[in-house]
């Protein structure tokens, strides 16, 4: 059983709408619906009236209710109680961030603001979107590092959750020099993918539908949508893939890998959450509007 399950369920039970909570827990409506299952497997006992509207609990699900709002109150207070003597230091900031750029670009621009500011530690949290999002959300990280699109709106709040744009990358299909021979005469290329849901996937499913774009048919799917599992199929020759082209920049210099099809531009946005105010926190930010041309 898991502590988010809990939270969605109270969640569940205030709006009385599946949708309405699925927004407020910052995930798709189906995997809100899944976690919902989960907790109901786990208990055995059925939750929710499904066949009603707005969405009402069942006996079980009511009797539920107060176990779980007391667990949930006790869980985060004995949280706080036992990281009271460990928390960040005045000269720490958490990050969380997608794995790619937790990689490929947080390094080097955490430097640049070191320039700024002074020598400062950091705690990184790696990881997909929505437990970066969440990670930020909840409260437990100052910034949000992430790609962004247009067409893949980012809902948060811009008053509690400003943002700005630390950088530049774009999305590319790639396929490997092996696999380009076989393909040259075949009508639809196989296409490695993210798991449709995740942002990532969204992205690459608007870039597949693009002019320009090769036809392609979905051969496989990684589910934890990390780019870089994607790119190293796509290095043996499994299929074409849409990546992030910072990932796939010394691949592309040395010709293992070859771009087919457009360049879907892509932002790197640094969000905060406006509610963490640490001198360091905001200094930090200070020094990242500086240094970026578009504040939001």
Known sequence: MELKWLEDFLSLARTRSFSRAADERHVTQSAFSRRIQAL????????????????TLTAEGREFLETAEETVRMLHASRFALQASKRPSTQMVSVAALHTLSLHFFPRWFRSIEKEVGPIGSRLLPDDFHSCLQAVVEG??????????????ILLEPELYPHIVVGMDSFVAVRSATLAAAADDAASLPLLSYASNSFL??????????AGSPPAHVTHTNENAMAEGLKFMALEGYGLAWLPRSLVARELDEGTLTIVGPEIPLEVRLYRSAR??????EKVWTAAQAASPKTM
């Open 40 to 55: 109901e497997l786990w208990l055995g006992v059925s939750l929710v009236d499904r066949s009603s509207y707005p969405t």
């Open 140 to 153: 437990s990280y100052d910034f949000l590092l992430t790609f962004h699109h247009a067409n893949v709106p």
């Open 201 to 210: 996937g969204r992205v690459a499913t608007f870039a597949q539908a693009q």
């Open 276 to 281: 963490r105010t640490r001198p360091i926190v």
